[in-house]
């Protein structure tokens, strides 16, 4: 009879093991579960009262093992396109052209119906911007004789005595 225990096969199920101890969810994995339900709600996928009662579930699960039931019946989020990009230098430039030359073409539009509507009106407003140019041209022109090697740099300073634009020794 010891031969025929010898020969018996060894017992088909392995001894009970304990099964490992459940992990702790962190606060990690309850966002990234919360943020796929709240992705789910956005995409229609969930009621409001569902979402309300998964995330409620979410932030109340201790283990890890609470977590994947959440969103088990849910479909993966598409895949997301590639990060924008920030537009380079030259499509800048082009947008600061557009909106230069959209403004220039307003104005322009703008000041022919003016120009139709009233033009004498618009007659005085350039005789009076012909005057200010003519006035600030002549102004500007009476005092280029002054500054270093011009008439005014050395002599009499209108009153309060002599002066001297030049302080170097020559």
Same mark, same amino acid.
């Given at each position: 009879? %010891?031969? !025929? @225990?010898?020969?018996?096969? #060894?017992?088909? !199920? ?6 490992? #101890? @459940?992990?702790?969810? /962190? ?8 943020? %796929? *339900? ?32 959440? %969103?088990?019946? *849910? #479909? ?5 396109? /590639?990060?924008?990009v920030a #537009? ?12 230069? =030359?959209?403004?220039? +073409?307003?104005?322009? =539009?703008? %000041?022919?119906?003016?120009? @139709?509507? @009233?033009?004498?009106l618009v ?11 003519? +006035?600030? &041209? ?6 280029? &004789? ?5 008439? &005014? /740099? ?17």
């Amino acid at each position: 009879m %010891t031969l !025929l @225990r010898e020969t018996l096969p #060894p017992d088909p !199920l392995p001894p009970l093991r304990e099964p490992p #101890p @459940r992990m702790r969810a /962190s606060d990690a994995d309850r966002e990234a579960v919360v943020r %796929t *339900l709240l992705d789910a709600l956005a995409r229609g996928l969930l009621t409001l009262d569902e979402g309300d009662e998964r995330v409620a579930a979410a932030y109340a699960a201790r283990y890890q093992d609470e977590l994947p039931r959440l %969103t088990a019946d *849910l #479909p993966p989020a598409p895949a997301a396109a /590639s990060a924008p990009v920030a #537009p380079g230098w030259r499509a800048l430039a082009l947008l600061a052209w557009l909106q230069v =030359r959209t403004a220039l +073409i307003g104005l322009w =539009r703008a %000041t022919r119906r003016v120009v @139709r509507a @009233r033009p004498r009106l618009v007659v005085a407003v350039l005789a009076v911007l012909a005057l200010l140019f003519l +006035i600030a &041209g002549t102004a500007r022109g009476a005092g280029a &004789g002054e500054g270093y090697g011009g008439h &005014g /740099s050395y002599g009499w300073d209108g009153g309060h005595g002599w002066h001297d634009h030049h302080h170097g020794d020559d």
